[in-house]
């Protein structure tokens, strides 16, 4: 009896074909993975897993570690992993004498590790109380312009709490408008090339949907810092810009919003000298 082949038609040999024989597996070699739902499930729940330990490291309240989103989570541990690497603990005094933030610091008298439920410092340590006594917030970038530190007395001015801002971005360029970037790039690249020397530029910044909606727009802030090495020694990665941002112009008070007890008319001439006054 003649058989043929089922691939080319021609008669072959018992157990014999013209296409080429697929070699044996070998025993216990594993199939190649295939993501099937049950393991993406599975990855997706250590992810949560993890991302919710990292949020229950973060120093701040339960009320808000709930509210946080596995994005706003993120945005705060990369913020603080920035900031301890600026500010690592165990650095204080070793900043430069001129360096206007105080560092964060533990007891000295005391060489055991800091408790676990203490978040360990990753920025200036500044009370509520000095916060309250500036005329804007504190920023703090790296040499590349990641953002550090924001003081949380950024909300008096932008109407944007930290997480909130964060959100945006993770670089200053990111809560800036966009018209002010090169400016912004070009100071910066000044101050790092000189560090000490103190630049500064304005420009408005990101505020939030009810601060626009009352104010008609963003919040034009002048920004003022100088590149400081904060340890020797003086290196990109231990160099950081710290800033006051400051409000170009003071936003009127609700009460006083419909007020024109502080308008009056002036008339001049050339000269600018005055002519006619209101009362």
Not at 26 to 37: D, E, L, M, N, Y
Not at 125 to 141: M, Q, T
Not at 235 to 264: H, I, M, N
Request: proline share 7%; net charge positive; hydrophobic share 40%.
């Amino acid at each position: 009896m003649t058989i043929f082949c089922s691939h080319c038609h021609r008669p072959l040999q018992a157990e014999m074909s013209c296409l080429p024989r697929r070699g044996k597996q070998a025993p216990g070699t594993s199939k190649p993975f295939r993501s099937t739902k049950s393991a993406s499930k599975a990855r997706r729940d250590q992810i949560n897993v993890e991302l919710q330990a990292l949020r229950s490291l973060l120093p701040i309240s339960a009320r808000e570690k709930e509210r946080l989103s596995y994005l706003h989570t993120m945005a705060l541990v990369c913020l603080r992993l920035r900031g301890a690497q600026l500010f690592p603990p165990g650095t204080r005094g070793t900043a430069v004498p001129h360096a206007s933030l105080a560092l964060p610091h533990q007891d000295s008298a005391s060489p055991c590790a800091a408790p676990a439920d203490s978040a360990p410092p990753a920025g200036p340590a500044l009370g509520a109380e000095l916060l309250s006594l500036l005329p804007g917030f504190l920023l703090v970038l790296s040499a590349n312009g990641k953002l550090v530190y924001i003081s949380e007395n950024v909300a008096q001015v932008l109407g944007l709490s930290v997480v909130e801002l964060l959100a945006q971005g993770d670089t200053v360029f990111d809560i800036l408008d966009g018209r002010a970037h090169e400016d912004a790039r070009k100071k910066l690249l000044l101050a790092r090339e000189e560090p000490g020397r103190e630049v500064t530029f304005v420009s408005e910044m990101r505020t939030s949907k009810a601060f626009r909606l009352q104010h008609g727009g963003n919040r034009a802030v002048a920004v003022r810092g100088r590149f400081t090495a904060l340890r020797w020694p003086a290196s990109p990665s231990t160099a950081a810009f710290l800033a006051l941002c400051t409000p170009v112009a003071r936003l009127p008070a609700d009460d006083d919003a419909g007020s024109q007890d502080d308008l009056f008319q002036s008339t001049h001439i050339l000269d600018m000298t005055f002519t006619d006054v209101t009362e």
